[in-house]
């Protein structure tokens, strides 16, 4: 994982995105969601961000799908809306 980076290729993207990511992940931590979320309004891509609190880490939406369900049932209905 280390050398994979799609930041070249972020102009391909043209759907909206939501991205989830937990403040206790240590493989991708919350912190880069600011970043990340930058580069892809940058690259002129429609996202939303979701930072999880929760003691799971990595597994937080595996073991707490409560806690990002109703965003993501909220952002699937905007692209259905849209749609």
Known sequence: MAGFNVA?????????????????DEWFPASIGRAVMEKL???????????????????ATTMEPEKWVPTAK??????????
Do not use: K, N, W
Not at 11 to 20: E, F, P
Not at 76 to 81: I, N, P
């Open 8 to 24: 070249g290729d972020l102009h391909r993207v043209h759907a909206r995105l939501l991205h989830i990511l937990a403040d206790t």
């Open 41 to 59: 309004s940058q690259a002129g891509i429609d996202a939303e961000f979701l930072e999880l609190q929760s003691r799971h880490g990595h597994y």
């Open 74 to 83: 909220a952002f699937l209905r905007g692209l259905a809306a849209a749609g």
